[in-house]
């Protein structure tokens, strides 16, 4: 019998924990610590896990946030008295830019990121401090998230006396967040969380209905809205959704109201499933699109039932939504445990959010696209907020009137000076060999911009009047990528 240590007491991966101590040390010699973390779901949970991780190890901090680490958010940071400045959920990509500053002493830089990390100019020296499951050999975009390198540093951050495997649960809505579940389930590293999750007891996992919504919306809504497998006659369909819930013989109403999935007895579930799954085979919706019905779901058992934060897909979504309004504060609240102002607040957020993008997705479909030869793309100049345009953007990917074949490239108004640019691509394209980060990287560098990301989604900022010239590049270079 080989010795396991994925779910030891050590972390996911060992090599990562022995990385996480050496930053841990560093963040234990400070008197205090500036936190810096990424506006998003998975940087939001990043936050929360390192500031709870340092409020137990009694390390006092300040925590700030930005959208983007660009020069001048890092010289602002070079500005504090900060001696030293953690970084997560970015940081790897923007070693470049921070390592410079670190080598003439403004801070000492602890990153932990998930991104790829940037190339350093010639002579200056590697930060000792980056924890990035990409140096160990894993994946960042499936098998370790930003919130899973904070809390693989907050393991290494425990009190002699303490446990902060509770940090697994946020942990775990950082990954789903950050789109590293497959079939609803998390995999590598991040299943090495979920398990510490389930021995700490605030996790659960479970074999489920992959429906957005279990824990809040009614029954009918639950099913029109499921849109990731399209069964005719129910998705999108308000009066079919109830004709069919009502065909069932169960009892789904109480008092009136509409039951939802979460009220239902397993066997009640079983029905809905099995009515379900009877109507998708009858409709002649494919056996693979079928099976994704089904799938792994996230459960966390110290909040409440029938609330967003019982379920690990719906408390991401609800993050992102404070995210991309510059409300990371109230994010970093209800991550933190608020469940009062902040809670509400977020819920306000995530109402409007939902209406934003279902008008956003509405205008794409009705403009169309500019289609070049490898990409196309479309500029929303100020009608699509530029923190919802790579969402809308990864929204009309082979949607209605849009092409799902080659990648989209979003634009929109970020301010008089500067254009921000999504590109979202698909699986079946990274497969043949599309890396949207390169594409970004390169082709706004070139215009005087930057940016990177992930191989199927990515950004970048470029000065306006360059969205011309952007795009000939990024068209240039995905034609490269995918010859
Ligand atoms: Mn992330």
């Not at 509770?166 to 967040?177: N, P, R, S």
Request: glycine share 10%; proline share 4%; with cysteine.
């Amino acid at each position: 019998m080989s010795a396991d240590t994925t779910t030891s007491g050590d972390g996911p991966v060992p090599e990562l924990r022995e990385r996480a101590v050496a930053c841990a040390e560093r963040l234990r010699d400070a008197d205090r610590v500036l936190l810096a973390s990424h506006i998003d779901a998975d940087g939001l949970t990043s936050a929360a896990v390192a500031a709870s991780a340092l409020e137990r190890a009694e390390i006092p901090f300040e925590t700030v946030f930005a959208k983007q680490l660009d020069e001048r958010e890092v010289a602002r940071i070079a500005a504090t008295d900060y001696e030293t400045v953690l970084f997560t959920d970015f940081g790897s990509g923007q070693l470049d830019v921070i390592a410079p500053h670190a080598a003439e002493g403004a801070f000492t830089p602890v990153v932990a990121d998930h991104h790829q990390p940037a190339d350093l100019p010639d002579g200056v020296p590697e930060p000792g401090h980056h924890l990035n499951p990409l140096l160990f050999g894993l994946d960042g975009a499936s098998e370790l998230s930003g919130a899973g390198a904070s809390y693989v540093l907050a393991r290494a951050l425990e009190p002699s006396d303490g446990d902060n495997r509770d940090l697994a649960a946020l942990a775990v809505v950082g990954a789903v967040g950050d789109m590293q579940a497959t079939d609803g389930g998390l995999s590598g590293a991040n299943q090495g969380i979920v398990d510490e999750g389930v021995a700490a007891g605030v996790v659960e996992e479970a074999t489920d209905l992959l429906v957005y919504g279990r824990q809040t919306r009614p029954l009918p809504k639950f099913l029109e809205y499921a849109s990731d497998v399209r069964i005719p006659g129910i998705t999108n369909d308000a009066n079919g959704a109830v004709e069919f819930l009502s065909g069932l013989d169960l009892d789904l109403r109480e008092d009136g109201e509409w039951r939802r999935w979460v009220d239902l007895t397993m066997s009640e579930r079983q029905t809905v499933v099995s009515g379900l799954l009877k109507r998708a085979i009858a409709s002649g919706v494919p056996a693979s699109r079928i099976d994704a019905l089904v799938g792994t779901t996230y459960t966390l058992t110290d909040e409440a039932p029938g609330t967003e934060l019982r379920d690990v897909s719906e408390f991401s979504t609800l993050l992102n939504a404070t995210a991309r309004y510059e409300r990371a504060d109230v994010g970093l609240a209800v991550c933190l445990g608020d469940r009062g102002d902040a809670l509400d607040r977020a819920r306000t957020l995530l109402r409007n959010h939902r209406r934003n993008l279902s008008e956003g997705l509405q205008w794409v479909q009705n403009e169309g696209t500019t289609v070049e030869e490898h990409v196309q793309w479309f500029d929303a100049e100020t009608r699509i907020r530029e923190t919802i345009v790579g969402i809308v953007a990864g929204m009309a990917v082979g949607s209605s009137g849009i092409r799902g074949d080659i990648p989209i490239l979003a634009f929109a108004e970020k301010s008089d000076e500067e254009v921000k640019v999504s590109a979202r691509g698909t699986h079946a394209l990274v497969r043949e060999g599309l890396d949207l980060s390169a594409v970004m990287r390169e082709a706004s560098r070139a215009v005087g911009g930057d940016g990177g990301g992930h191989n199927v989604a990515a950004g970048a900022t470029i000065p306006t009047g360059s969205r011309e010239a952007f795009v000939a590049e990024a068209d240039r270079i995905v034609g490269e990528q995918l010859s």
